[in-house]
């Protein structure tokens, strides 16, 4: 009988995780909840971010999942230890800002992270950051409000605010171009961010590179899973659950995953 994997995220943006993982992962089954109801995670402190992660992993355990992807940097930085002190034998994956992936693809060795603030202000954020002292200068944006901007863009389907919170965000940063002192390379350090790559590039043109790590995380994922689903399984499942809004989960997973329309579903955790 084949497990599925549970994922899970403060809303939407971990649709862009559960994106790379289907087409790393065709064949797997997921449970993916969206905590809406109690967003966003990086702009409260650590102790809601532990609590909701435990119970919503407490939950998924109960739905017998296979694995744990927590597509939230936020919650990755505040949980991830606990859980898997928790839960020693289950797998977790968590994801983290792509700082060393970005380093080698920067020539200016100027890198901008946007990220929330709590990853920004975690000691995991700040012990990736000095693993890569010397390498680059990194200049960091707490991106308050842009997460929520983009949760609700997903229900109305006007992106004006995602469009004015990156600008005042991206301005806050400084220069941005390939001369030298220019910040050439872009890295999202939010799961939420990639549904504002249309808006980021608008602001910044085509030659700063933007980087995120949805298929990273997939391809991790993929070495952790001990059986991978069988090929005569094409197509796998999507259980898509919110603690918010189930129609601005439903159109969000149409708009961004490319996929038909899911049923996304309202529970209570
Ligand atoms: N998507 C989450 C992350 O990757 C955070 C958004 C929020 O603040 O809730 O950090």
């Known amino acids: 009988m084949k497990k599925p994997v549970g994922i899970f995220d403060s809303g939407i943006g971990g649709l862009s ?16 909840i969206a905590d809406s109801g109690h ?27 296979q ?11 505040a949980a991830i230890h606990l859980l898997r002190a928790k839960h020693p034998v289950l797998p977790i994956i968590g994801v983290e800002p792509a700082l060393k992936p970005a380093v080698p693809l920067s020539s200016t060795r100027r890198i901008g ?8 202000a975690s000691s ?6 000095a693993s890569q002292a010397g390498q680059a200068d990194f200049v960091l944006q ?11 863009s997903a229900a109305s389907g006007d992106d004006a605010q995602v469009l004015a919170a990156c600008k005042r965000h991206i301005e806050a940063m400084g220069r941005f171009g390939d001369q030298p002192d220019e910040i050439d390379t872009l890295v999202l350090g939010c799961t939420h961010y990639p549904f504002a790559e249309a808006q980021l590039r608008q602001l910044l043109g085509p030659q700063v590179q933007i980087i ?24 796998g499942s999507i259980r898509l659950l919110t603690t918010g809004d189930a129609s601005a989960l439903g159109a ?8 038909p329309a899911y049923d996304a579903a309202l529970v209570n955790l």
């Open 124 to 129: 995991k954020f700040r012990a990736l950051l």
């Open 252 to 259: 969000a997973a149409h708009r961004w995953l490319g996929l």
């Open 142 to 152: 707490g991106c308050d409000g842009l997460a929520d901007a983009i949760e609700r």
């Open 67 to 77: 694995a744990l992807v927590i597509a939230c940097n936020t919650a990755t930085a």
């Open 212 to 235: 995120s790590n949805g298929e990273a995380i997939a391809r991790q994922t993929r070495r952790q899973l001990t059986t991978l689903a069988e090929a005569e399984h094409v197509s």
């Open 17 to 32: 995780v559960l994106k790379a993982l289907r087409a790393e992962l065709p064949g797997e089954d997921f449970i993916y």
């Open 39 to 65: 967003a966003p995670y990086g702009e409260r402190d650590d102790a809601h971010v532990i609590s909701r992660s435990q119970g919503i992993t407490r939950w998924l355990l109960a739905q017998d999942i």
């Open 113 to 120: 992270v946007m990220a929330t603030r709590g990853t920004l």
